[in-house]
């Protein structure tokens, strides 16, 4: 898991790593994963890994970014494990009111997006998967719905690299 998770210097161009990413496993990861999405532990979820971004570029008076983009990657035992969870985490996503669909092209096996402005800017939820592994990806504060695009691209190319 921690393979998958890029490092500061893997992110995109404009993006930064707040930590050094988080990984749980085994009985700890299936209580984490319950609280995400329904029948998460019967789905086999192996490992959690989590981090935080932020796009250094716009900072505020602070020294915080507005702009974030809260990870998190599941590992399950299975893609049909991990197919079970995208569906969960995308119906309790899309339940939340209106919004509009985005369209981000990462090169993961399914991929769903949708966002909604607030006050001018977006906040955009990713969700996607790659054979085993469940990537979702929140940001807020964004310019542009698809500004997630990059963060994405850079998470699925990690998350392939791994399972190698």
Not at 40 to 67: F, K, L, Q, W
Not at 71 to 79: N, P
Not at 132 to 159: F, M, N, S, W, Y
Request: with cysteine.
């Amino acid at each position: 898991m921690r393979s998958a998770m890029p490092d500061r210097e893997q992110l995109p161009v404009g993006w930064r790593g707040e930590a050094a990413p988080e990984v749980i496993e085994g009985e700890e990861a299936r209580t984490q994963c319950l609280m995400m999405a329904a029948r998460c532990a019967s789905a086999g979820v192996v490992a959690i890994g989590s981090d935080t971004y932020d796009e250094g570029t716009v900072n505020r008076p602070d020294g915080d970014s507005e702009h974030k983009a809260q990870v998190v990657v599941l590992s399950f035992e299975s893609a049909k494990g991990a197919r079970t969870v995208m569906r969960n985490l995308v119906n309790v996503g899309r339940s939340a009111g209106s919004q509009q669909l985005v369209k981000i092209e990462a090169g993961a096996q399914d991929t769903e997006t949708w966002s909604k402005r607030e006050s001018g800017l977006y906040a955009t939820q990713v969700v996607l998967r790659v054979d085993r592994v469940v990537i979702l990806l929140a940001g807020e504060h964004l310019k542009q719905p698809a500004d997630l695009e990059p963060v994405a691209k850079t998470l699925v190319a990690r998350v392939k690299e791994a399972a190698r």
